[in-house]
Each structure stands twice: as C-alpha cells, then as structure tokens.
C-alpha cells in the first residue's frame, strides 16, 4: 500500500490518499473510502486525514486501510493521477542523513569533496531541517548567490512508525512504518568548516516522495534498484543492497543517543553518481529536471528553478 498526500479540484488542504502499487492509474481518498463502507479506521475515527495520522495512529490504522482496499472501491472515492497534484507525503519531524553509506561513493567522495577515504567504522550522520522538505514536482531552488554547485543524491527514506530509543538492531525493523524517496540536494560549495547542515539544509533541498510504502509490503528493504535522472540522462544506478551500514544498525546507532518518534525520516545514504564525481564536474542549473526512482515506490520528479 502506497500512502500519498494530494490536493484534487481546487483543494486548499491536501488530502489522503492510497494507491494499490506504483503503477496503479488512481489514487483512492482514504476519507471517501472509508466513509463509503461505514467505517472507522483506529485512532482517527472515519476521515483519516493525511499519512502522519496514520503513523501516528499506530499499526492498527495502517492494517484497516489495508482490509478496506481488499473490499470494493466506490467510484466516488476515485481520484485520476492526471487530475491531482501530489505534495510530500509527510513533514518529518526530523531528517537523520546518513552520509557515505555506499563504497563506491565513499571513493567518490574522497576524490573530489575531500572526506576520508577510508570507509566508516560507524554511521556518519547530519540533520536537515523540516523547511527543506518538498514535494513531487515542486521546485528545487538554485540561488545562484549561493551556490554554484547543487547537487543530486538519490536516497531510501525510512520512515519511523513507533518511538525508538535505545533500540536493538534484532528489533529495529519492528519500528519502521515504511519506505519512501529522498532526493538529498546539497549545495557543495556552502559546506562551512567540514560542516553540512547549511548545504544541505535549505529550502527545497528535501524533496520526499511520491508515496509512502508500508513496510508490510516491502518484503525486503535492501534488495530495491534506485536510480536518478537528470534530464533524463542516468547519473545514478545501484541497489540498496550496496549499502554499508544496514537500515537495522542505522536504527540501532542513531536511537542509542536520539529518540527517534513517529513520523521522523531516516535519508540511508546516496551511491556513487554524484554530480561533484564527474570529469569535468556537473552541477544542477535552473531549467533542470532531476528524477529519482526507487523500485516499488515510484519516481520523484522535480524541477529545479532560479531562485535569485
């Protein structure tokens, strides 16, 4: 099941919605849904109204969708992906970036962004802020006063279902509500003393979406292809199953000093394919269209516009 968030016919709120799989032509209103069978869904009464209710609402909300999608869908419940407008599926509370969580872009990057070449013996982590978060299809935002050097990396987003602290690696998948695309822009040029957060940290910079799949239809979380386009040109292919520390251990190492709460985003890490790796370098320009796609989730397509 895939949990999105849209705005439909003049909506100046989004509403929730479900579609089957990535390829399925409709998205459902979960509202109309449910009040189309008379039902309640656990936690938020019969108009559950955006995927961080849901989240929040525990397990039990997640599986009632579940069961209503297996009965009829009434045709007013319908909704026609030409005639919506997706928006990010949630607004993290938090965004925990890992950073260097592929070999090859670990070589990468200490060729060309001076970090260690060595490979990491623990996580290496940032935050982004909420406010750099945005949705599919919105704009990236290049500030040419501030950057010359935006840059693309095509991420796994895991998102947190049940408060985590302290949390074994054994248990840690039992904390996940599911999965959804991060594209982590940077802007390499304003990394400030070794420091990341104002790179990565503006507006705009958190592109998350289209959807947001539950875990329970995700049998394994690293074994998904990801990509990333840039004017439809492949700059970025791999599979998470590269990934060198595992979403458990990730889980496991943030939570031993950071609660993580319902609805926080952990952002696993880009491969190689950087724009900063190439020979000569290349970097986001306005007029650019960036597309990252992970298998089962979808594509997260994005314009990126001058902001000056």
């Given at each position: 099941?895939?949990?999105?968030?849209?705005?439909?016919?003049?909506?100046?709120?989004?509403?929730?919605?479900?579609?089957?799989d990535d390829t399925?032509?409709?998205?459902?209103?979960?509202?109309?849904?449910?009040?189309?069978?008379?039902?309640?869904?656990?936690?938020?009464?019969?108009?559950?109204?955006?995927?961080?209710?849901?989240?929040?609402?525990?397990?039990?909300?997640?599986?009632?969708?579940?069961?209503?999608?297996?009965?009829?869908?009434?045709?007013?419940?319908?909704?026609?992906?030409?005639?919506?407008?997706?928006?990010?599926?949630?607004?993290?509370?938090?965004?925990?970036?890992?950073?260097?969580?592929?070999?090859?872009?670990?070589?990468?990057?200490?060729?060309?962004?001076?970090?260690?070449?060595?490979?990491?013996?623990?996580?290496?982590?940032?935050?982004?802020?909420?406010?750099?978060?945005?949705?599919?299809?919105?704009?990236?935002?290049?500030?040419?006063?501030?950057?010359?050097?935006?840059?693309?990396?095509?991420?796994?987003?895991?998102?947190?279902?049940?408060?985590?602290?302290?949390?074994?690696?054994?248990?840690?998948?039992?904390?996940?509500?599911?999965?959804?695309?991060?594209?982590?822009?940077?802007?390499?040029?304003?990394?400030?003393?070794?420091?990341?957060?104002?790179?990565?940290?503006?507006?705009?910079?958190?592109?998350?979406?289209?959807?947001?799949?539950?875990?329970?239809?995700?049998?394994?979380?690293?074994?998904?292809?990801?990509?990333?386009?840039?004017?439809?040109?492949?700059?970025?292919?791999?599979?998470?199953?590269?990934?060198?520390?595992?979403?458990?251990?990730?889980i496991a190492d943030?939570?031993?000093?950071?609660?993580?709460?319902?609805?926080?985003?952990?952002?696993?890490?880009?491969?190689?394919?950087?724009?900063?790796?190439?020979?000569?370098?290349?970097?986001?320009?306005?007029?650019?269209?960036?597309?990252?796609?992970?298998?089962?989730?979808?594509?997260?397509?994005?314009?990126?516009?001058?902001?000056?």
């Amino acid at each position: 099941m895939l949990l999105v968030s849209y705005t439909h016919d003049g909506d100046a709120t989004p509403r929730l919605g479900v579609r089957r799989d990535d390829t399925d032509p409709a998205v459902i209103d979960a509202a109309a849904l449910t009040a189309a069978h008379g039902a309640t869904i656990p936690g938020l009464g019969s108009a559950p109204a955006s995927a961080l209710d849901v989240i929040q609402a525990g397990p039990e909300a997640a599986a009632a969708l579940t069961d209503l999608l297996a009965g009829p869908v009434p045709e007013a419940a319908l909704r026609s992906m030409a005639d919506v407008t997706l928006a990010a599926p949630l607004r993290p509370g938090k965004i925990v970036g890992v950073g260097l969580n592929y070999t090859e872009h670990v070589a990468e990057s200490a060729r060309t962004l001076d970090t260690d070449k060595a490979l990491p013996q623990r996580p290496v982590l940032f935050s982004k802020p909420a406010t750099a978060v945005t949705g599919p299809g919105a704009p990236i935002l290049h500030n040419g006063d501030l950057t010359a050097q935006l840059d693309w990396e095509c991420e796994l987003a895991v998102v947190i279902g049940r408060t985590a602290r302290k949390v074994s690696p054994e248990d840690a998948l039992d904390h996940v509500f599911g999965y959804s695309i991060v594209n982590d822009i940077s802007a390499r040029d304003q990394r400030r003393s070794g420091q990341w957060f104002y790179s990565k940290g503006q507006d705009s910079y958190a592109p998350l979406g289209p959807a947001v799949r539950t875990a329970a239809t995700v049998p394994d979380p690293h074994a998904l292809d990801l990509s990333l386009r840039v004017n439809g040109e492949v700059k970025q292919k791999s599979n998470t199953r590269y990934m060198l520390f595992r979403i458990p251990e990730l889980i496991a190492d943030i939570s031993a000093g950071m609660t993580l709460e319902p609805g926080d985003v952990i952002a696993t890490g880009s491969p190689a394919g950087v724009g900063a790796s190439f020979v000569p370098q290349q970097f986001l320009t306005p007029g650019d269209v960036v597309e990252a796609t992970i298998a089962t989730i979808g594509t997260l397509r994005n314009p990126v516009v001058d902001a000056r």
